[in-house]
Each structure stands twice: as C-alpha cells, then as structure tokens.
C-alpha cells in the first residue's frame, strides 16, 4: 500500500473513532436525562424557589383530564386555559394517550420538548458553523446542571426551548427566502402563545439578522417575518384559543405587571441599572453558570476583535449575529421585571452555549490570524471551560437537599 495511501487510511479510521467516542458521549449525556424519572427533584435549587415542587404538572393537568375523564375541563374553571393550549399540554396528552398518566409519563414529555429543542438548535448551528462547533455547544448543554434539573419537569419553559430550536432551525435554513422569513415570524408567535409569552423576545433577533443579512432591502423581508407573526398570533388566539381575546389578556396582565407590579427596572435610570446588575445572580447564572456567562462574554468580544469581517454579510456569521442578539436582547427583555425566577433565563442557555462553542472553535483552529496573541485567548477559555465543567459536575454530584 502506498505510504500516503495508508497515512490516509489510517486517519480516516481516528476519525470515526473519534466520532463515534464523542456520539457514546453525547448518548450517555442524554440517557441520563431519563434515569430515575418518578423520583422527586433535587432540593438544591430551592433558595431560587419552589416552583419545581408546584408549577409543574399543574400545567397538564388539562391533559391528564381528558384521558382519565374524557373532559379537558371537567369542573368548568376556565382560568388556567392558556395552559390547556401549550405545547407542553399537547406533548403530555399524547404521552399519557401511550401510557397511564403519571408524574414520570409528564416528565418525560418534558425533556422530549427540551431534548428536541436543543437537537433543532444544534442542527441549525452545524449547518453554517460546522461539526466542531455544534459538539462543543452541545457539550455545553447537555452537562448543563439547570438545564438538566429543569428539563426533567414540564415546565412551560420547556415548550419554549422547542420553539426557540424550531425556529433558529427554520431560519437558518431558509433565511434568503421570503416565506422562510414569513414561517420564522410565526413560530416566534407561537413560542409565546404555546410556549411562554416571553419567547415574543425572539422578535428582536429574528429582526436584526434580517437587517443585517439585507441591509437598505429589508423591509420586505422584514414586513413578512412581522405578518407571519401576526398572522400565527391570531389564528392561534381566534381557533386554538377559541377566540377569548378577553381572557387571555387578564391572565397576562395578571402575571405581568398585576401579580407583581410595573417592572422596577423601567422606572428609572438608577433602577434599571440596579435590576440589569441583579438579574444575574436572583435568576441562579452567576451562581450556577459564572464560567458559561464569561465564556460567552468573552465571545462577543472576539467576535468583535477576530473576525471585523462579521460586519460584512456572510452567511455563516448568520448564527452568531441571531445568537448575539439572542442574548442580549433576552437579558434586557427580562431583567426589569420583578418575578425573574430560575427558569425565565432558560433558553438563554442555548445562545450562550453556542457563542461559547464558537469561541473555542477559534481558540483551537491557530491558522486564523489573531490580533491578540494566542495565548492570551486560549488561556481564558481552557480556564473558563475547565470552571463550567468543574461546577457543573460539582452541582450534578451534590448532595440532595445540600446547598
């Protein structure tokens, strides 16, 4: 055999083994996910709240009615019906359609709408940013302890990392078409309808990538992703939701401003600046992911600093201009309010994980020409990613009811 014949087989075979070693991971990761479903949550997150031991499956309870009675509302309470049409309801139906109803059959339609949110957004990134970035990211999330803790339950929040997956997959896909920009908007509609109304926050990124990408001829584009917004959020409110406009509006106002008054944070300057500098730590990422929110930090600024060409359309900066706008508009959307409990910064996890994969991306491929010396990059990153591993574990492994 040829010398480089055989110096290329040989890569060749590292290669799969290497790939297949990385995927047993990624499998393992996920696996554990279903281990031990029935048991009750972990207590280590309750100094945040106690939402995990009570919001839960009170959000499908709609469901479980109607298999066991044949009746999504058999007492004619009509309060909680925004519950009854999300997407977290529609999931557990069919799971409890396949099995008995049950806490274990809720939670595993929970981590299905998480688990195929992720997937959705991983396929999206890989498809512009390539293989290594999307393993790097999905490494991330997977050993995420929040994410993990929180997408055993299903939270609505879950339904919301779906839709989020969806529609940054859609998007990427079909981001130079018109339709694909009209389709984008209507599944930012429906992650705030059917998933969390905070997911309209996606609006804004959806926006700015459409700026970017067409510059003075937006405003087509631009117009379509508004009217498939508009267009979803009212066939949803007037067929799904069965046309209770009234109603519906009560209950956001109610958990809106009614429940626990004007955000603070819009009141003044020296509020919104208190509110901006807290969200960290009473949402639980400075306290469980400081490393991530550094790493992602950090990418930004490379971005910035590396790669000035990303003020030039391409179509792989694509992703990190949405995942930019992703997070920085999800923090601003959510830090003036008041009630910002653990699981609202959620799907701020996926942004973060992905600007954190393209910045180890960087670090690792030394032909890109760097105006800092590399050491001065890869140092901060292995540093960061060996403090988001180390707590993440630490958490995992921690004692129950320990904080």
Same mark, same amino acid.
């Given at each position: 055999?040829?010398? +480089? *014949?055989?110096?290329?087989?040989? =890569?060749?075979? %590292?290669?799969?083994?290497?790939?297949?070693?990385?995927?047993?991971?990624?499998?393992?990761?996920?696996?554990?996910?279903? /281990?031990?479903?029935?048991?009750?949550?972990?207590?280590?997150?309750?100094?945040?709240?106690?939402?995990?031991?009570?919001?839960?499956?009170?959000?499908?309870?709609?469901? +479980?009615?109607?298999? =066991?009675?044949?009746?999504?509302? &058999? !007492?004619?309470?009509?309060?909680?019906?925004?519950?009854?049409?999300?997407?977290?309801?529609? $999931?557990?139906?069919?799971?409890?359609?396949?099995?008995?109803?049950?806490?274990?059959?809720?939670?595993?339609?929970?981590?299905?709408?998480?688990?195929? @949110?992720?997937?959705?957004?991983?396929?999206?990134?890989?498809?512009?940013?390539?293989?290594?970035?999307?393993?790097?990211?999905? @490494?991330?999330?997977?050993?995420?302890?929040?994410?993990?803790?929180?997408?055993?339950?299903?939270?609505?929040?879950?339904? =919301?990392?779906?839709?989020?997956?969806?529609?940054?997959? $859609? #998007? $990427?896909?079909?981001?130079?078409?018109?339709?694909?920009?009209?389709?984008?908007? *209507?599944?930012?509609?429906?992650?705030?309808? *059917?998933?969390?109304?905070?997911?309209?926050?996606?609006?804004?990124?959806?926006?700015?990538?459409?700026?970017?990408?067409?510059?003075?001829?937006?405003?087509?584009?631009?117009?379509?992703?508004?009217?498939?917004? *508009?267009?979803?959020?009212? /066939?949803?409110?007037?067929? /799904?939701?069965? @046309?209770?406009?009234?109603?519906?509006?009560?209950?956001?106002?109610?958990?809106?401003?009614?429940?626990?008054?004007?955000?603070?944070?819009?009141?003044?300057?020296?509020?919104?600046?208190?509110?901006?500098?807290? !969200?960290?730590?009473?949402?639980?990422?400075?306290?469980?992911?400081?490393?991530?929110?550094?790493?992602? =930090?950090?990418?930004?600024?490379?971005?910035?600093?590396?790669?000035?060409?990303?003020?030039?359309?391409?179509?792989?900066?694509?992703?990190?201009?949405?995942?930019?706008?992703?997070?920085?508009?999800?923090?601003? @959307?959510?830090? &003036?309010?008041?009630?910002? &409990?653990?699981?609202?910064?959620?799907?701020?996890?996926?942004?973060?994980?992905?600007?954190?994969?393209?910045?180890?991306?960087?670090?690792?491929?030394?032909?890109?020409?760097? +105006?800092?010396?590399?050491?001065?990059?890869?140092?901060?990153?292995?540093? #960061? %990613?060996?403090?988001?591993?180390?707590?993440?574990?630490?958490?995992?492994?921690?004692? #129950?009811?320990?904080?």
């Amino acid at each position: 055999m040829d010398s +480089r *014949a055989e110096f290329g087989y040989h =890569l060749d075979v %590292t290669g799969r083994i290497k790939t297949v070693g990385i995927l047993g991971v990624l499998l393992v990761l996920v696996s554990l996910r279903f /281990v031990n479903l029935e048991s009750d949550p972990p207590l280590y997150f309750v100094g945040h709240g106690q939402d995990q031991l009570t919001d839960p499956y009170h959000l499908t309870f709609h469901a +479980r009615n109607q298999v =066991l009675y044949d009746q999504w509302n &058999p !007492f004619g309470y009509h309060r909680w019906d925004v519950f009854k049409h999300s997407i977290v309801s529609a $999931v557990a139906y069919g799971a409890f359609s396949l099995a008995t109803p049950s806490r274990m059959v809720a939670n595993v339609a929970a981590l299905v709408l998480q688990l195929g @949110g992720i997937a959705l957004f991983l396929f999206g990134w890989r498809r512009l940013r390539g293989d290594r970035e999307a393993l790097i990211a999905a @490494g991330l999330l997977l050993i995420n302890s929040t994410l993990f803790f929180y997408g055993r339950l299903p939270f609505l929040e879950n339904g =919301l990392i779906f839709f989020c997956g969806l529609m940054f997959f $859609v #998007f $990427v896909r079909y981001h130079d078409k018109l339709w694909g920009a009209a389709l984008a908007g *209507a599944l930012v509609a429906l992650a705030a309808l *059917a998933g969390k109304l905070f997911g309209a926050l996606l609006m804004a990124p959806l926006l700015v990538t459409l700026f970017y990408q067409h510059r003075q001829l937006a405003l087509k584009p631009v117009l379509c992703a508004l009217g498939g917004f *508009a267009g979803a959020g009212a /066939v949803f409110i007037l067929i /799904v939701n069965g @046309g209770q406009v009234t109603a519906l509006m009560s209950y956001y106002t109610e958990q809106t401003v009614g429940m626990y008054g004007a955000p603070p944070g819009l009141s003044s300057v020296s509020n919104f600046f208190k509110m901006f500098a807290t !969200f960290g730590g009473e949402s639980g990422l400075a306290e469980y992911t400081p490393a991530l929110i550094l790493l992602s =930090l950090f990418s930004l600024i490379l971005i910035l600093v590396t790669t000035p060409e990303v003020f030039k359309f391409k179509s792989e900066f694509v992703p990190l201009v949405f995942a930019a706008s992703w997070l920085i508009v999800g923090v601003l @959307g959510l830090m &003036p309010f008041l009630h910002r &409990p653990m699981r609202y910064s959620l799907f701020l996890y996926l942004p973060m994980s992905a600007l954190g994969a393209y910045a180890l991306n960087l670090a690792w491929q030394t032909k890109v020409r760097f +105006r800092i010396h590399l050491p001065w990059i890869a140092l901060p990153l292995i540093w #960061f %990613t060996l403090l988001y591993t180390g707590t993440q574990v630490v958490i995992s492994f921690a004692k #129950f009811g320990d904080r």
